[in-house]
């Protein structure tokens, strides 16, 4: 069973950087859209980015576009989320999530995720 693992959370000062890291296990990720989502206290779950299988398509969320850039390395299983220019209202609990899509140059938030990280918290604060 494919299993996700997350990393790089933590507490950045706003106008800082992180970069998180989704690390798949189990079996390969070629064959998967990876999305990633984010959930604020209060608030409901909401699709950040996602990136094809193949990785050539990538999509954001308009919150964040031209401020987070999505990769993905196949060869690794590693699907990598930058974010530059943090915001004291990206503070949220961030997830990966994997499908297997027959479409690799396909992703969508909308997708029935089958497979979830553990959430890894990131809170941008001065």
């Known amino acids: 069973q494919l299993q996700l693992v997350e990393s790089g959370g933590g507490l950045v000062q706003p106008g800082g950087s992180l970069r998180l890291s989704c690390a798949a296990s189990g079996f390969t990720s070629d064959d998967y859209a990876i999305g990633w989502f984010r959930q604020a206290p209060g608030k409901e779950r909401e699709g950040v980015s996602c990136?094809?299988?193949?990785?050539?398509?990538?999509k954001y969320a308009d919150s964040v576009k031209g401020r987070f850039t999505v990769s993905r390395d196949n060869a690794k299983n590693t699907v990598t989320l930058q974010m530059n220019s943090l915001k004291p209202e990206d503070t949220a609990v961030y997830y990966c999530a994997a499908e297997r899509l027959p479409l690799n140059y396909y992703c969508s938030s909308d997708l029935e995720y089958d497979y979830w990280g553990q959430g890894t918290q990131v809170t941008v604060s001065s």
């Open positions: 990136i094809s299988s193949s990785g050539g398509t990538t």
